[in-house]
């Protein structure tokens, strides 16, 4: 399974209402110096920071803009392009 697989699985669960919303974090922790985002979890650093404080609703809005940075469809949550 590739770290992006990893991320999509996380982004269905954080979909979910009867589930608590996972941390995006895949433990690849490195940050892009061109996108300031975590190459991992596509995060920015302000939001892996306030992470721990927010509530469900917050981190949701946290996993949508990472499913749009990581290219991952949001109906089916898997790599653009590819099929489930």
């Known amino acids: 399974?590739?770290?992006?697989?990893?991320?999509?699985?996380?982004?269905?669960?954080?979909?979910?209402?009867?589930?608590?919303?996972?941390?995006?974090?895949?433990?690849?922790?490195?940050?892009?110096?061109d996108t300031s985002l975590c190459q991992g979890c596509y995060r920015t650093i302000e939001e892996i920071i306030v992470w721990g404080r927010q509530n469900d609703q917050q981190r949701r809005q946290v996993w949508q803009q990472i499913?749009?940075?990581?290219?991952?469809?949001?109906a089916r949550i898997s790599p653009a392009g590819s099929r489930p």
């Open 1 to 33: 399974m590739t770290p992006i697989d990893t991320l999509g699985q996380l982004a269905e669960l954080a979909q979910s209402p009867t589930h608590a919303v996972p941390s995006p974090c895949i433990s690849v922790c490195r940050m892009d110096a």
């Open 67 to 74: 499913v749009l940075r990581a290219g991952l469809t949001p």
